[in-house]
């Protein structure tokens, strides 16, 4: 059987315009497989372009050359060369993804932030005045605050803007944003900076419930004790044999 995710002879490029056009080589020749129920941690110092390839992976930046095959329910795609229109489909429906930082409208609640993700998968924003769109908006709301309960965000800041919160309270919108839809693969990028022990023992908890629901996982963990408890291989882009807890 495929994997879900097979990468094979990754390159990027970045050109510096103000350095007379020079090229950086970030990615070189990068390969690996993530099977479904997998969690692969990206490890190795910083600028090896651990980041940049879940950037690549996600479709916030281009691939220069070798392919990124994602199994989904349509078929095979490439995101090497997918489509504006398809990097869209498949955020919806196949690619879930928690960054280091929470991007979201302004004045938008936490509450909305973390639905609308849910409500877009389901097939677009709904409207809460309208009968069954009201309803599906007062379930997804329902579902992205157990989330944000389970997480120990506060509820009086449920309906708040998170633009205003602590790093580790907009990390925890984020990571519930990230997790409330199953995905087939799931990019993350330091999940758990910014948190306190317990709610790092929640998001491990929330990727080992991924993996079992059989997610194909790529993850940047610089804490080792959580990269310990839920990775289930190491790959360093450095091509250096990395060992790895068993789980």
Known sequence: MKPTLGVRGVHKRFTLHLRGGTQLAVLNDVSLDVRSGECVALVG??????????????????????????????????????TPQQVRALRRRDIGYVSQFLRALPRVAA??????????????????????????????????CALLRRLNLPPALWSLPPATFSGGEQQRVNIARGFIVPARLLLLDEPTASLDAANRRVVT???????RAGSAIVGIFHDEEVRDAVATRCVSLARETVPCPTN
């Open 45 to 82: 110092p910083s600028g090896q372009g651990k980041s940049t390839l879940v950037k690549c992976l996600y479709g916030s930046y281009g691939i220069d050359e070798g392919t990124a095959l994602l199994q989904t329910e349509l078929g095979e795609i490439d995101l090497a060369r997918a």
């Open 111 to 144: 509450q909305d932030v973390v639905a609308e993700r849910l409500l877009d998968t389901q097939g677009g924003m709904a409207d809460e005045d309208e009968g069954e769109d009201g309803l599906r908006v007062a379930a997804a709301r329902e579902a992205a």
């Open 205 to 211: 908890q929330l990727i080992d419930e991924a993996k």
